[in-house]
């Protein structure tokens, strides 16, 4: 068996928006507001197992989740995705 293990990575946009001077409900409107682009980070592990004679793929698993700031909590995230992608493994016959 042969086992390849890919990891990426890509940035996702999300809007932003909040209300400045609230004034609460009136026929002016709500007050300002400002909109501003937030990026975050989104990782994939994708998993192949091969049969190393017919070269066939025998299983694949994949996992994917927003990276945290913090490499501690990032490592235990992982860790936990992995755990979960082989609760699939060995594949049902």
């Known amino acids: 068996m042969s086992i390849v293990a890919v990891g990426t990575t890509h940035e996702r946009p999300t809007l932003r928006t909040f209300y400045d001077g609230f004034p609460g409900w009136r026929w002016g409107g709500f007050g300002e507001s400002t909109t501003y682009v937030e990026n975050y980070e989104v990782g994939t592990l994708i998993v192949d197992m091969f049969d190393n004679r ?18 501690d909590k990032a490592v235990k995230d992982l860790e936990k995705s992995v755990d979960k992608m082989f609760e699939h493994f060995p594949p049902s016959a």
């Open 54 to 71: 017919s070269k066939n793929l025998i299983w694949r698993g994949s996992a994917s989740d927003t990276i945290p700031d913090k490499p």
